[in-house]
């Protein structure tokens, strides 16, 4: 019986070891999937919307049936003919920050959410899960997608937004492609947008350690052009016709800067090879938003620009959480006391062995109690830290060290 369990145990490493073999199941191009996510706080729903095909994969080609993090969401592709796992990636939404409000009670919405996958050179099934308050995650989709679908729009000789490299260490295959986009640029302020996304760049490889990384990161900076400057103040009753219609106020926060225009987005950005966005809107009002492997984005012309487009990053990159709290606990409930948070720069202790408790028995980080917006209960690893506040210098070192196994994660074997 032994010698039986080893030979399954062995069988199955070599089938999930060839799932990792990146030209063994795809070609060197992206599979765009436009989903519609929407429902209740009782009952969520995805729906594919279109299926397109661009002219190359940008994304990791190491570790492909792995997860980098687990997401509020999950995606992964199987092979029909075999039924291996190909490819595993994870996500959050602005979808899914929404089922926490009041208004999701009672409300059905619709949100759009774009995500690019390698395309395969067979049949393959995906699979949209959603994770819930208890940890788990549920499929809520599942759809087929023939490779050879003369439906699936070709997206390769579409107009090519102008571009400008400001970092440039690589190829696509090897480097981790940031697009930075603007967002209430007209025509004419294009020269402005290309200074603040150079700041971008300094702000972002002034910090470890994305500073002692930085030539495994290419970084574009695209000229979307909108008809009006500035973006939409719903709160001031302004309004503007935009490249990605953006507006604060979102869910009635009056710094929260979010877009629910995705396909938007993704359209500007056909044609270049792109990883992970980082969206700059031409205000001086403080505001800004990340959402894990979707975007940040952020007003430029803030004093705090710099460290806020840091921090949005942080999140839209590296799937950090805020590590700031409020003693009245106003967002109680959004991470569950015995539930242990995804995000590795907090946790309730349910599972803290998984996070940074070795780094407290070196004594390289803390465990210091408020986080996650909760003043009780959910716990960081510093006093201080990029994602806790805009005076902090840094990222703190249980956050460095989430970032670095990020960047290796897509980079490296």
Known sequence: MKKIVTIIICCFLLINAKAQNFNDYFI???LRVDYIFSGTASQQNVS???LSQLSEWAGRRYHLAQLPLEGNGQISMNDIKTGACIYKTSFSTLFQEWLDTDEA??????????????YPKQPVEITVS??????????????QVNPSDILIKKLENTHVTPHTYLVKNGSPEDCIDVAILAEGYTPG?????????????EALFAHQPFSAMKKRFNIVAVQSPSKDSGVSAP???????????SHFDSFYSDRYLTSSNLKDIHNSLAGIPYEHIIILANTDQYGGGGIYNSFTLTTAHHKFFRPVVVHEFGHSFAGLADEYYYEEDLFNGI????VEPWEQNITTKVDFASKWKDMVEQGTAKLVEGGGYSFKNIYRGAEDCRMKTNTCPGFCPVCQRAITRLIDFYTRP
């Open 189 to 201: 302020e294009m020269n402005l947008f290309l200074e603040d996304a150079r700041k971008t760049c």
């Open 48 to 50: 594919v919307e279109e």
């Open 105 to 118: 009670k009672t409300l059905n919405r619709a949100f759009e959410n774009t995500y690019l996958l390698p």
């Open 235 to 245: 709160k001031n009753g302004i309004w503007k016709n935009t490249a990605f219609g």
């Open 28 to 30: 060197n191009k992206t």
């Open 335 to 338: 991470y569950p006391f015995d």
């Open 130 to 143: 959603f994770r819930d308050k208890k940890g788990n995650y549920n499929p809520i989709l599942k759809h």
